[in-house]
């Protein structure tokens, strides 16, 4: 399961960014390849470069620059990290697994993550721990073990589903679905997410860690996870 040069591997590392903040498009002029744009806020920048690194390892493509691009309106201070590049074979394929009328979306395929770096890649885009507090009767807070959650907000609850269907079977870790009601451009707008308990929030901890990687930006992101987790096994928690 640790080998990052199995065929399970690669293509689970790619359909974990895809479903998280991966973007990829057919190329207009040439079918047999397909654009792939790697996206995070400027503060996630040695993330945009670990990705990058781990995909001209793995996959030998030539090694794409980095820019910072303004999101937004003229004049917002937000910037973004990003870099893209086109690929065919694999990279292609699994790309069109999850792309319905220029629509990310979870389908079926989702069969084909089966390696644990796929919710590693999930978890470092839309995931978080989640910090939760309690009062003592004496007025003191204290703070109980994090629990784990993933903003599926761009997905169906069919597909939320069925992705969270997969996670059960395949790496036996079970979770609920939320739903969250936004006020969106004057309407109200349904959207899910994944949640955890501790107990599960342990074992999925526990699985992808050694995937996780190891810069400064996801350190801080999981820094109450490390903290209270850490590399401890759940018998010793």
């Known amino acids: 399961m640790k080998s990052n040069e199995t065929v399970s591997y690669k293509r689970s590392f790619l359909i974990g960014m895809i479903l998280g903040d991966a973007y990829t498009r057919r190329r207009a002029k040439n079918k047999l390849t397909v654009e792939w744009t790697i996206s995070h806020c400027e503060r996630y920048t040695d993330l945009v470069e670990w990705k990058r690194d781990e995909l001209v390892k793995l996959f030998a493509i030539n090694k794409p620059l980095i820019h910072l691009s303004h999101n937004g309106k003229k004049g917002e201070k937000f910037k973004k990290s990003l870099f893209s590049f086109t ?10 697994w999850f792309s319905k009328n220029n629509r990310k979306c979870i389908t079926p395929k989702i069969r084909f993550m089966d390696h644990p770096v796929g919710l590693a890649m999930l978890l470092c885009d839309d995931g978080s721990a989640r910090k939760r507090k309690e009062f003592h009767k004496d007025g003191s807070i204290y703070y109980l073990k994090p629990s784990f959650t993933i903003a599926t907000h761009s997905f169906s609850l069919e597909e939320v589903e069925r992705l969270l269907s997969h996670i059960s079977l395949v790496f036996n870790i079970d979770g609920i679905i939320n739903p969250e009601r936004r006020l969106r451009r004057g309407e109200i707008k349904e959207y899910y997410r ?10 999925l901890w526990n699985l992808v860690l050694p995937y996780i990687p190891q810069i400064p930006s996801i350190n801080a992101k999981f820094a109450y996870a490390y903290d209270r987790f850490g590399y401890c096994s759940r018998r010793d928690l």
């Not at 994944?194 to 074992?203: A, D, G, L, R």
């Open 194 to 203: 994944i949640n955890f308990n501790v107990e599960n929030s342990i074992k």
């Open 87 to 96: 690929a065919g074979r694999m990279l292609r394929i699994t790309s069109q």
